[in-house]
T-cell receptor, first 117, second 110 residues
Framework: GAVVSQHPSRVICKSGTSVKIECRSL??????MFWYRQFPKQSLMLMAT?????????EQGVEKDKFLINHASLTLSTLTVTSAHPEDSSFYIC?????????????FGQGTRLTVV | GEDVEQSLFLSVREGDSSVINCTYT??????LYWYKQEPGAGLQLLTY?????DMKQDQRLTVLLNKKDKHLSLRIADTQTGDSAIYFC??????????FGKGTHLIIQP
């Protein structure tokens, strides 16, 4: 199946700093990418949907100025957590889908464990 | 909004069948998915079913869908220790993204 690579897998940062997470589709063109957040023992919550070349669509309650999403190419989307705080510590997962209507599968990255200290 | 519910834990003996259940509320769901997540890892797509199907089988995995009751199940035959993981049910409705359940921890007893 298609491969989605997410980097880094783990990151620890200080409060107030920014962290960038990359999501790459390695062998297909991802016209749509999704960013999810998973709290411990909880489900995955969709944060935002990004389409290549346009602004991301954020879910209700997600601060777009805090979680900056850039989908500049068909193979790369980035999520930047700005001015990180300990409550932003979480597991962030991206997924990508191809351009065809029949693309039913959403392929997931390995996830990024963010710890803000 | 849409909601997906699944029980949090399931314990089975090695070699038995595991059945993980899921209910959802979105009547416009087009596809329903089962994902597996091992500790510290991302999600692995196990299988999916289109909403106009009622059953799909793939090797040890059998998915049953009761659209009327909005009930989805995943059966794993001959459960092995390597099947120990969290299993997420997810549905794709009108929105592009998926709505996930909280995940079912599958615990294998020797």
């Amino acid at each position: 199946g298609a491969v989605v690579s997410q980097h880094p897998s783990r990151v620890i940062c200080k409060s107030g700093t920014s962290v960038k997470i990359e999501c790459r589709s390695l062998d297909f063109q991802a016209t749509t990418m999704f960013w999810y957040r998973q709290f411990p023992k909880q489900s995955l919550m969709l944060m935002a949907t990004s389409n290549e070349g346009s602004k991301a669509t954020y879910e209700q309650g997600v601060e777009k100025d805090k979680f900056l999403i850039n989908h500049a190419s068909l193979t790369l989307s980035t999520l930047t957590v700005t001015s990180a705080h300990p409550e932003d510590s979480s597991f962030y997962i991206c997924s990508a889908r191809g351009p065809r209507v029949s693309d039913t599968e959403a392929f997931f990255g390995q996830g990024t464990r963010l710890t803000v200290v | 909004g849409e909601d997906v519910e699944q029980s949090l834990f399931l314990s089975v003996r090695e070699g038995d069948s595991s059945v993980i259940n899921c209910t959802y509320t979105d009547s416009s769901s087009t596809y329903l998915y089962w994902y597996k997540q091992e500790p510290g890892a991302g999600l692995q797509l196990l299988t999916y079913i289109f909403s106009n199907m009622d059953m799909k089988q793939d090797q040890r995995l059998t998915v049953l869908l009761n659209k009327k009751d909005k009930h989805l199940s995943l059966r794993i035959a001959d459960t092995q220790t390597g099947d120990s993981a969290i299993y997420f049910c997810a549905e794709r409705g009108g929105a592009d993204g998926l709505t996930f359940g909280k995940g079912t921890h599958l615990i294998i007893q020797p």
